[in-house]
């Protein structure tokens, strides 16, 4: 069993920077790739991007590429997302996942989640 707790959310005008963390319960933190989804409001939920066991191998979304960055300190069991250059098209609801598949980027490959975190960014 991995818990999951997002925090780090916030209101930011346009152009601003967060990072989100993501702190995980349990030993097998290390085991499990993990990710970050987003889901805005009448929206599915969607892939913004994931980072392998070791934090070697990192993928985004094409929405976010060059502006956001995931990263994981396994000594800390947490999974962080760094946001800059936001836009208004980035706020949703954040929610940090894991897996046991680097592939996966539907939510149904999915383990364990967070509870999620809001985001909001004005314009």
């Known amino acids: 069993q991995v818990q999951l707790v997002e925090s780090g959310g916030g209101l930011v005008q346009a152009g601003g920077s967060l990072r989100l963390s993501c702190a995980a319960s349990g030993r097998t933190f290390s085991s499990y790739n993990m990710a970050w989804f987003r889901q805005a409001p009448g929206k599915e939920r969607e892939f913004v991007a994931v980072?392998?066991?070791?934090?070697?191998?990192?993928y985004y979304a094409d929405s976010v590429k060059g502006r956001f960055t995931i990263s994981r300190d396994n000594a800390k069991n947490t999974v962080y997302l760094q946001m800059n250059t936001l836009k208004p098209e980035d706020t949703a609801v954040y929610y940090c996942a894991a897996t046991l598949f680097i592939a996966a980027r539907s939510p149904k490959n999915y383990d364990y989640w967070g509870q999620g975190t809001q985001v909001t960014v004005s314009s």
């Open positions: 980072i392998s066991l070791g934090g070697d191998r990192t």
